[in-house]
């Protein structure tokens, strides 16, 4: 249907045409009846997105340009900028029925100048180093590896870049100076995806030249929509209330549906839709035409199934019903429907999702820098010093330096970089360095292995115990689990799919579940939790979902109550912030089986708490609680099933899951558009606290100020009102009432002030989209993972997230705060939580949670090496193939080990040219001296062939010897050596003899005499 425009263009055409306040919807109605090009200038970028969402929906014939606010920080926004202004300046004739949305904060810009970017495709001639030296001049930031837009890398002959306007990286392989191939690829994995023909590159600090009203066609309709300002002559302002407004056939329609609630159970706001459809079915046979959005199909498909409507069904994203009365037209949102606020669509279902499983994550947690501990698996605990080149029997090669006591000195070959862990011991506490001269080291790993065995088969005790235990299995998803997971507005990860995944195989095992989703905050373990826990209603049992803090359970309530609106689910809260009188309502419900899922704080675990019929546990947090709560958890898992959800999980846990001694699924795939939080530690002043909060504001969004000092937080809150007087400013914390604290946290989520100051209330799982900036007061006295956690408030959605560690003017920090601060700087990427954790093991302590004897192996011969011994020993007592470990040495002298050397056919090492990072370099070695089967090998080869361009004939070698050494594994054989072309093998400390001589090499290639070794040492291990 049209919308009638008759008395708008009448009204145009003398002056500026004014109607009343409509929705975001009805603005977009209206544009796409408009013919002629449109900029339509909004009061908030939260504004601008809400209307893009519904012009999306509603007019996709008509090209979308979005011009958000300037801030060089956020990628996102400016890749949207990019796209805008090359289309304003560049694609005039082919985009007549634009519509340009913009804030009225934009219109006063300087807007740069483009030019025609600069665009590449397969065939191409260009000198990869001019280049890279191009994409730094035109603002790109240069790194060893591409993990975010606007960021570009050089390795040989490949450039990898992602630039803002595009949605993946992209590498472009060089054949000489001719570029061969265009790929994006996947961030995390550094793995390719797919070819693409062209690719265009803008300048990111291009200066302004230009004003928005010279890019725009003569014929430009300007649209000012809710903007406190005078438009131009013979333009549409919407949003006033006066009595020269136009009259115009649409306006808002309100519902007053209700969304479910405790004073509005789950069956009267059934009831109240089932009305409202009856309804709308008297309306349709009076002839009115029904148009309704639902956000999903899922949801689609759930409104026809329940509700039988005739109506017009619809997928897509808007905000706000509206109806034009005299044309008997109505059009309903899924939002306006259930009655709750609809989100905005970024990352809403759309594309692939992103191919991290197809490789392994590049960013690993346990990466090893100069000056820090490392375990050698013979010698002990060391100091990594670096790499060099060292002289050895005549000829250079690229040792590591590793630093023991005394001085003493090892040179490792990079052949045997898997030798070497991190050290991550218990406590602050640094260990001693192992001697090279005694038996400290032996006496040691002896020792812990010992205790190892012990603890295995303790472990494995545990897990036998279990395994008699009877649990209540679910059946197959039933197929309102469809619909439901169906609803889900965004595209899961694949990580997220792998979790939901093998806690339904949990959940219909005959096994009792407990099972421990890792994964940061905001990688979608909530999404998790739920299904599991829709699944076990769907049986017909209950679901407790225990939260450590009242506004946490607050959140999830809501979350819970939204995602489940239209669904047969009673969903309950016991919480502080629930009156005494309500709390007895909802244990009583839950006595007699009424209340299907009940989410509480500590509350949950009292003894008057009972269930008719409980099923599933979800625990979120459970470093959280105290001793007491834990032993009634403990008790739980005995009897019902059990998922743990964490993104710092405690060390006892983490080192569990890591071992395989419990179930764990762990997230690391961060949701789409999700950017990175950059951190910064600074010194407080008054100087970065104003500009911290004035750049948030100036993006129309909030902040979050930790303050965590319930008596002086009002003269903090007074002192920040004194430094920013434009912000609306108000303070919280746990001291306060339930209603006092219920009402500043729901206000705040509306978006009704500007910066809350805060204590660690906040801390866990609150999500406020809008909310992009934290400043945590005094950081230097949190531990790391509540740090950790803080930050995590922030970055929630697309935008660019920053969180300011505000550390004493002039102080002096702690060595453990230093660690702390230094470890979150370090990890700002994403996935991090798990590496934080691994963190927070080394520097907080866990001795009480393993235990006094198994700490003190653990600060003996360290986390990394305990656990991989922890984990033999638990496959051996399973009766399990326990791969052999991959320990032979190597020397051949008819190979150059030195890169300086510039050899390359007789030579085995990563090149110069090919990758000249140093720490890139050592884990590469590692990577490649890790290899224990000939699967590995040949994945690896294909992984670096993409990342770093084609195999050079030393790196070709160099997989060569892994294949060597996997198969000198399998014949326990322990030392290769060619001299003079004698070929000895040493096993079981006695060399190899073939009759009586030792074998000889014949003079062929150096790829012809690598393979001969191989072969013949594959006919040993028959």
């Not at 003398?14 to 603005?27: G, H, I, M, Y």
Request: aromatic letters at 6%; hydrophobic letters at 40%; charged letters at 25%.
């Amino acid at each position: 249907m049209k919308l009638e425009l008759s008395s708008i263009l009448k009204a145009l055409k003398s002056s500026t045409c004014k109607l009343p306040p409509l929705p975001p919807s009805a603005q977009a109605f209206l544009g796409g009846g408009l013919e002629q090009p449109q900029l339509w200038v909004v009061d908030h970028f939260q504004t601008l997105e809400k209307l893009a969402d519904c012009f999306r929906t509603l007019c996709p014939e008509k090209t979308l340009l979005l011009l958000p606010p300037n801030d060089s920080s956020d990628m996102e926004l400016q890749g949207e900028r990019l796209k805008a202004l090359n289309q304003l300046q560049c694609g005039k004739d082919t985009a007549s029925t634009f519509v340009l949305l913009t804030t009225f904060q934009t219109l006063e810009e300087k807007l740069p100048t483009l030019g025609k970017p600069l665009a590449l495709k397969p065939g191409d001639s260009i000198n990869p180093d001019e280049l890279f030296q191009t994409l730094e001049t035109q603002g790109y930031a240069l790194d060893v590896e591409v993990y975010e837009k606007g960021t570009a890398a050089r390795r040989g002959g490949i450039v990898d870049l992602w630039p803002p306007t595009a949605e993946h990286p992209v590498r472009i392989e060089f054949f000489g100076d001719e570029i061969d191939s265009l790929r994006t690829f996947d961030m995390l994995t550094q793995r390719s995806v797919e070819k693409i023909k062209t690719l265009e590159i803008f300048p990111l600090n291009a200066e302004g030249e230009t004003t928005l009203d010279k890019l725009l066609p003569e014929n430009t309709l300007h649209v000012y929509s809710n903007v406190d300002a005078m438009p131009p002559s013979q333009s549409i302002q919407i949003g006033c209330v006066t009595t020269d407004t136009v009259d115009i056939d649409l306006a808002a329609y309100e519902t007053n549906l209700k969304p479910v609630s405790d004073k509005h159970p789950a069956d009267a706001a059934e009831q109240q839709r089932k009305l409202f459809f009856q309804t709308l079915e008297e309306m349709i046979s009076k002839d009115w035409n029904i148009e309704i959005y639902m956000e999903t199909e899922g949801s689609r498909d759930r409104i026809k199934e329940v509700y039988g409507t005739s109506g017009n069904l619809h997928t897509g994203l808007l905000h706000g019903s509206f109806v034009c009365k005299q044309a008997k037209h109505l059009v309903l949102t899924e939002a306006d429907i259930y009655g709750y606020a609809a989100k905005t669509a970024h990352a809403r279902k759309k594309g692939k999702a992103t191919s991290a499983q197809q490789g392994e994550r590049v960013a690993e947690w346990n990466d090893i820098q100069p000056g820090e501990l490392v375990v050698h698996a013979d010698h002990g605990i060391g100091r990594y010093m670096g790499v060099m080149e060292i002289e050895m029997a005549g000829r250079k090669q690229e040792m590591l330096l590793i630093e023991y006591a005394e001085g003493a000195r090892i040179y490792l070959p990079t052949g045997q970089t898997h030798l070497l862990t991190r050290y991550t011991g218990m406590g602050n506490a640094a260990p001693a360095l192992h001697s090279l001269k005694g038996k400290r080291w032996q006496n040691d790993r002896a020792s812990a292995e010992a205790a190892i065995e012990d603890l295995a088969a303790r472990l494995l005790e545990t897990q036998a115990t279990r395994a008699l235990q009877k649990g209540r299995p679910c059946g197959p998803d039933t197929h309102l689990q469809s619909e439901f997971e169906n609803s889900f507005p965004y595209m899961e990860t694949p990580d997220q799919l792998a979790a939901i995944q093998a806690v339904k195989g949990d959940l219909e095992s005959a096994l009792p579940a407990d099972r421990l989703i890792c994964g940061d905050a905001g990688y979608g373990k909530t999404e998790v939790a739920m299904r599991a826990a829709f699944k076990m209603v769907m049986e017909g049992r209950q679901v407790a979902v225990l939260v450590p803090t009242t506004i946490l359970a607050q959140q999830h309530f809501d979350t819970f109550t939204e995602r489940m609106a239209a669904f047969p689910v009673s969903i309950g809260m016991l919480s502080r912030f629930r009156t005494k009188a309500e709390q007895n309502e909802t244990i009583h419900r839950l006595r007699e089986g009424s209340v299907n899922i009940v989410i509480g704080t500590h509350r949950l675990v009292s003894k008057d708490v009972r269930f008719s019929n409980l099923g599933l546990v979800v625990i979120d947090e459970e470093q959280r609680f105290g001793v007491r709560a834990k032993e009634h958890l403990k008790q739980l898992r005995k009897e019902v099933d059990v998922l743990t959800l964490s993104a710092t999980p405690i060390p006892r846990t983490l080192y569990m899951g890591l071992t395989g001694a419990r179930d764990m699924s762990t997230i690391s795939t961060p949701p789409q558009e999700r950017q990175p939080v950059e951190t910064f530690v600074l010194e407080e002043h008054d100087e970065i606290i104003t500009e911290a909060i004035r750049h948030e504001l100036a993006r129309d969004g909030q902040v979050f100020y930790l303050h965590n000092r319930v008596q002086t937080i009002d003269k903090m809150a007074e002192r920040v009102q004194e430094l920013v007087p434009e912000a609306r400013i108000e303070y919280a914390h746990g001291q306060m009432s339930e209603k006092q604290l219920s009402d500043i946290m729901h206000r705040f989520v509306r978006g009704l002030f500007d910066v809350l100051i805060c204590t660690t209330i906040v801390e866990n799982g609150v999500d406020i989209p809008n909310c992009n900036t934290i400043l945590v007061d005094r950081a230097d006295r949190f531990g790391l993972a509540d740090l950790y956690q803080l930050r995590g408030r922030v970055g929630r959605a697309r935008r660019k997230a920053f969180a300011f560690l505000l550390i004493p003017a002039h102080g002096v920090l702690t060595s453990d705060a230093r660690q702390r601060i230094e470890a979150l700087k370090k990890y700002t990427g994403h996935g991090t939580g798990f590496r934080i954790a691994m963190r927070d093991l080394e520097i907080r302590g866990a001795g009480n949670l393993l235990g006094a004897q198994q700490s003190g192996h653990i600060a003996a011969i360290g986390f990394d090496l305990y656990c991989q011994l922890l984990k033999r020993s638990i496959a051996r007592l399973q009766g399990k193939k326990v791969p052999p470990i991959i320990e032979a040495s190597v020397d051949l002298d008819f190979i150059e080990r030195s890169p300086a050397s510039g050899e390359q056919t007789a030579a085995a090492f990563i090149p110069y040219s090919y990758v000249d990072d140093e720490n890139l370099r050592v884990k590469l070695y590692g990577r490649i001296s890790s290899l224990a089967k000939e699967s590995e090998v040949r994945e690896l080869k294909r992984e670096f062939s993409d990342r770093f361009g084609r195999l050079p004939p030393a790196m070709q070698n160099l997989f060569e010897i892994a294949r060597m050494r996997i198969a000198a594994a399998q014949a326990g054989i322990k030392t290769i050596r060619v001299n003079d072309d004698r070929i000895m093998l040493i096993r079981n400390g006695e060399p190899i003899m073939v009759n009586g001589h030792y074998p000889r090499l014949n003079p062929n290639s150096t790829s012809a005499r690598l393979k001969e070794v191989l072969a013949l040492l594959k006919s040993f291990t028959s």
